[in-house]
T-cell receptor, first 113, second 115 residues
Framework: GAVVSQHPSRVICKSGTSVKIECRSLDFQATTMFWYRQFPKQSLMLMAT?????????EQGVEKDKFLINHASLTLSTLTVTSAHPEDSSFYIC?????????FGQGTRLTVV | AQTVTQSQPEMSVQEAETVTLSCTYDTSESDYYLFWYKQPPSRQMILVIR??????QNATENRFSVNFQKAAKSFSLKISDSQLGDAAMYFC????????????FGTGTRLTIIP
């Protein structure tokens, strides 16, 4: 089956620094990828839709200057959390769809100290 | 906007018994997809079952089956012969019929299996 790989799985960074998370579709091309955020014991909330070769579409309330998304190729989307603060600590998950199915990365646990 | 509601934050079931998780949704579309995903402690999202709205027949995958009531906008998941490995968070999700659309998730149900 199709696989989506997300890296890193865990990252700890200092407040004020930036962190980049990668999401790759390993055996199919994904013109669209999705970035979700999940707080403990809560559901997945869509942050943004990443479109290959064009600007990402952000959900209401998500700061696009803070969460930079780049989708430079058909197999790679990146999410950069800029000037991270402790409140950005969360679990981030990427997803890509192939036809009717959605495939998810393993997720990234970000801790900002 | 589409919404997905899971009214059971937590459920528990005795091992080998059957449990049903509830999900309702709201949409004005006639064609769409519905999904049940399992999220174990590893937090990897695992597809349990998928239903296309245009199909009247309820989807089944081994011990997992759904009761899809389109008019009532209800999509429940039945787990038969519950196993310890079924313990996880279960999320109901909706997507429009177009292949590149986002998934909208419910709030989840935490399923505990009692040995």
């Amino acid at each position: 089956g199709a696989v989506v790989s997300q890296h890193p799985s865990r990252v700890i960074c200092k407040s004020g620094t930036s962190v980049k998370i990668e999401c790759r579709s390993l055996d199919f091309q994904a013109t669209t990828m999705f970035w979700y955020r999940q707080f403990p014991k809560q559901s997945l909330m869509l942050m943004a839709t990443s479109n290959e070769g064009s600007k990402a579409t952000y959900e209401q309330g998500v700061e696009k200057d803070k969460f930079l998304i780049n989708h430079a190729s058909l197999t790679l989307s990146t999410l950069t959390v800029t000037s991270a603060h402790p409140e950005d600590s969360s679990f981030y998950i990427c997803s890509a769809r192939r036809q009717s199915e959605a495939f998810f990365g393993q997720g990234t646990r970000l801790t900002v100290v | 906007a589409q919404t997905v509601t899971q009214s059971q934050p937590e459920m528990s079931v005795q091992e080998a018994e059957t449990v049903t998780l509830s999900c309702t949704y709201d949409t004005s579309e006639s064609d769409y997809y519905l999904f049940w995903y399992k999220q174990p402690p590893s937090r990897q999202m695992i597809l349990v079952i998928r239903q296309e709205a245009y199909k009247q027949q309820n989807a089944t995958e081994n011990r997992f089956s759904v009761n899809f009531q389109k008019a009532a906008k209800s999509f429940s998941l039945k787990i038969s012969d519950s196993q310890l490995g079924d313990a996880a968070m279960y999320f109901c999700a909706y997507s429009t019929f177009f292949g590149n659309e986002k998934l909208t998730f419910g709030t989840g149900t935490r399923l505990t299996i009692i040995p």
